[in-house]
Nanobody
């Protein structure tokens, strides 16, 4: 599996970013795709999921501000983030959940993309 995440940047509070992740050599179209993040000094946590039928699920902090989308033809998953806050600062990873969603476990991990929210 090859994973290429991009789109992370330094952004001011209130700003927006769009993260992208291209996954190769993986059964993308038949898999739930997700974003997770690890903030400094904190545990890895789920951000959002998008299921094969297009249904989405968000963690409470992401609800109403973030939007996950997928393009199965391009094996790409996106995360649009709006109204970013300093506490959103983290390394963001795309993932495909392995097992229960109660555990942050993925069939693969990429290098991640750094999002820093600061004035």
């Amino acid at each position: 599996v090859q994973v290429v995440e991009s789109g992370g940047a330094l952004v001011q509070p209130g700003g927006s970013l769009r993260l992208s992740c291209v996954v190769s050599d993986f059964s993308f179209g038949s898999s739930t795709m997700s974003w997770a993040r690890r903030a400094p000094g904190k545990r890895l946590e789920w951000v959002a999921h998008i299921f094969t039928n297009g249904r989405t699920s968000y963690s409470e902090f992401a609800q109403g501000r973030f939007n996950i989308d997928r393009d199965d033809a391009e094996n790409t998953v996106y995360l649009e983030m709006h109204d970013l806050k300093p506490e959103d600062t983290a390394v963001y990873y795309c993932a495909s959940p392995q097992g229960t969603l109660r555990v942050v476990s993925s069939k693969f991990w990429g290098q991640g993309t750094q999002v820093t929210v600061s004035s």
